[in-house]
């Protein structure tokens, strides 16, 4: 091949990058990115030296003295030009810190610019570039030397930060960061031998074309909003890590309620605090050890023999967390929750490891940025018998009869006879048998599940209301349960109302219990609910009062009309009952009827007699019990 098809050649790939460019504009937007733009324009540039040089020189055109001097220095000043932007390229992909990468650039500028005036300066004079008689000569003088020296140094300064990041560096960027060097100094010795460019412009081609290629690829695998390598790379690394045998610990992070960020800051804002998290999690570990794993959940993959512990890291995150973030004019806080698993102590097959993660990635949605969720084989097992529930749960939605109501009588303390049930909900699985609330409650909260089960419940208590009413010819009054999930659907209210109106079923006849930690985190909702239902003469019960922190604003603002003691209240009682009493008398001044839960022994049935306590509910007059079980007490009529 000849300079003039070299020369061809590589001006039909540059057109075909260029088109295809057009076309389909670089997908990674990053600084890297845009300067292979500039240096596609800069290597175009140079062809159209070379080809000018080379129509002279093939006698094609013929120009006058002063232009074919000034072309033939152009000409070899854009060899070093060049390679100093390859230099710069290869340092912008290398390097991570940016303004490191500037000063090296500004410092590596220097011996160019001096030899740039040096040659141009010369032009008339011609003592540091003579120039031979079309072209031909690559004579050794100052000017050929410190041209090769400097071109050599420029390749030189590509390989040492490519070697001295080589540990950051993905698998194919440190091959061709290698490689470019390399090719490069051989095309040099070829032009300082054979005095032809010819190897140099077709290493120039292959070299973009082939940073093309890679960074295209690249770029479909990289996060284009936070420009951290996504999913498919992730994948990518964890199969050399069980490849090599390396140890890493692999942790996931997951902003909590991100969902919620967006709806209520917008998504640019959303968008600048993933980016804003990406930044700072950069911080934290190497470059190519953070992943984006999902739209809200990032990944690390940290060697464990690195000095850095997970400890550490995690409180790292942690503090910074508790800092606010300035996102525009905005300041925001966010909560991540942390989950890891070592490998390949944890996981030892990349099958397995990757069921670690779906589980991580659904159990970390719990955390509450307690507390590092950490995965070992055992949570392994209790996750599957999790999602064993979970799975009986989304059953149950579909077939009703699988959800089964249990009644638990509140007895008057006066007079020992049944006022009212407390509606408690279970379920029954083909696989898992009779499920407790304990079991199943707090993973039906957390997948919004318990929303259609308590619709499901609370359509089979209207019927078992008309029921009692038909068979025993008394009304009975029975109270429901409600989560606080319930509240973020508005037509709570509306809905319950209108199942009550289908069933006719008189809505003085239910209450609802709702615990503390419910009306504390929703009070708006819960307020205005029970604003509404009160109106249609429903009652309502606060449950569970004295487990937790007690909100008497809140008790005395909203329109309760019971106020359940959890059974901790009446245990503690047992040893001091001056709390009891004290909780008794406030609750009566604020004109409500207290009913004591738990109670199980006769010594507490006479505390609570003492104490002037209403009603109660507990095993010592009988355990939840089934529908059918509880109409036969209701037949028996000790009770009425
Ligand atoms: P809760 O609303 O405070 O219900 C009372 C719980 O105390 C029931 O447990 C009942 O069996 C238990 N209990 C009653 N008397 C005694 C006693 O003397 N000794 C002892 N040790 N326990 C007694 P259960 O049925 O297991 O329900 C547990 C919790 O699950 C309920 O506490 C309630 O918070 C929740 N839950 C049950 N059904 C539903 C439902 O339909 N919807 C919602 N959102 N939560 C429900
Ligand atoms: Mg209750
Ligand atoms: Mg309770």
């Known amino acids: 091949m000849h300079d003039l098809e070299a020369i061809l050649l590589s001006v039909a790939l540059m057109i075909t990058v260029v088109s295809d460019i057009i076309r389909f504009p670089l997908l990674k937007q990053d600084r890297g990115s845009r300067f292979f733009v500039e240096l596609l324009i800069g290597y175009s540039l140079y062809l159209g030296i070379a080809s000018l040089v080379l129509l002279a020189q093939k006698q094609i055109l013929f120009y006058p003295q002063w232009l074919v001097r000034l072309l033939w220095i152009v000409h070899f000043l854009s060899i070093p030009c060049l390679l100093a932007m390859w230099m710069h390229f290869n340092a912008l992909n290398v390097i991570t810190d940016e303004h490191l990468v500037n000063r090296l650039t500004l410092v590596h500028m220097i011996p160019l610019l001096i030899l740039i005036i040096v040659a141009i300066a010369d032009i008339p004079r011609q003592r540091f570039y003579p120039i031979t008689e079309g072209f031909v000569d690559l004579t050794p003088n100052a000017g050929t030397y410190s041209f090769l020296i400097l071109s050599f140094f420029f390749c030189l300064a590509m390989i040492l930060p490519t070697l001295g990041h080589r540990n950051e560096l993905p698998g194919s960027l440190l091959f061709i960061s290698l490689l470019m060097p390399i090719v490069f100094i051989i095309s040099l010795i070829m032009f300082a031998m054979r005095k032809t460019c010819m190897l140099f412009t077709m290493v120039n081609t292959f070299m973009l074309v082939l940073q093309y290629v890679v960074g295209q690829r690249d770029s479909i695998r990289t996060d284009a909003l936070t420009g951290l390598p996504a999913y498919s790379l992730l994948h990518r690394k964890l199969m050399r890590i069980y490849n090599f045998r390396a140890q890493y610990t692999i942790v996931l992070l997951d902003i909590e309620n991100f969902r919620y960020f967006n709806a209520r800051h917008g998504t640019v804002l959303g968008d600048a605090m993933l980016v804003a998290f990406s930044e700072f999690l950069k911080t934290l570990v190497h470059v190519n050890e953070v992943f984006r794993f999902s739209d809200d959940q990032f990944c690390l993959c940290i060697p464990q023999q690195q000095s850095v512990s997970i400890d550490i890291l995690a409180q790292k995150i942690r503090s910074r967390l508790e800092q606010p973030w300035l996102l525009g004019q905005e300041q925001v806080y966010i909560q991540v929750n942390m989950a890891m698993v070592n490998i390949p102590s944890n996981a030892s097959s990349l099958d397995e490891l990757f069921q670690a993660m779906k589980q991580l990635a659904f159990d970390v949605k719990s955390v509450h940025g307690r507390t590092m969720l950490v995965y070992t084989r055992q949570s392994s097992i209790e996750h599957q018998h999790t999602m064993n529930i979970l799975s009986a749960l989304r059953d149950s939605v579909r077939k009703p009869e ?99 109106e289908a ?33 249609q003469k429903i009652a309502f019960s606060l449950d569970d009062f004295g487990s937790g922190y007690s909100n008497l604003q809140a008790l005395m603002k909203l ?62 007059y009988s355990k939840p019990v089934s529908p059918d079980a509880l109409m036969d007490l209701l037949r028996s009529k000790t009770w009425w």
């Open 559 to 620: 329109p309760y009309t019971y106020v359940k003691f959890d059974k901790s209240v009446l245990e503690g009682a047992q040893s001091n009952p001056t709390m009891l009493r004290l909780l008794t008398v406030m609750l009566h001044e604020l004109g409500k009827c207290i009913v004591a839960e738990g109670v199980e022994t006769e010594e507490e049935l006479a505390l609570v007699r003492s104490m002037g306590i209403e009603r109660v509910q507990g095993f010592y």
């Open 402 to 500: 699988q959800v089964c109501v249990h009644y638990q009588p509140i007895i008057e303390v006066a007079t020992g006879k049944m006022v009212a049930a407390e509606a408690l909900m279970r379920i029954r699985d083909v696989n898992l048998g009779f499920l407790q609330p304990s079991q199943f409650i707090p993973l039906a909260e957390h997948t919004n599940l318990i929303i259609p089960l308590t619709r499901i419940l609370f359509s089979k208590v209207c019927r078992f209301e008309k029921l009692v009413e038909e068979t025993t010819g008394y009304p009975l009054h029975i109270s429901v349960n409600l989560s606080g999930k319930e509240f973020s659907s508005k037509s709570l209210a509306k809905a319950l109302l209108e199942q009550m």
């Open 503 to 535: 069933e006719t079923v008189d809505p003085a006849l239910i209450s609802f219990e709702i615990t503390e930690s419910v009306v504390l985190h929703s009070y708006d909702a819960v307020a205005g609910m029970m604003d509404e239902l009160s109106k």
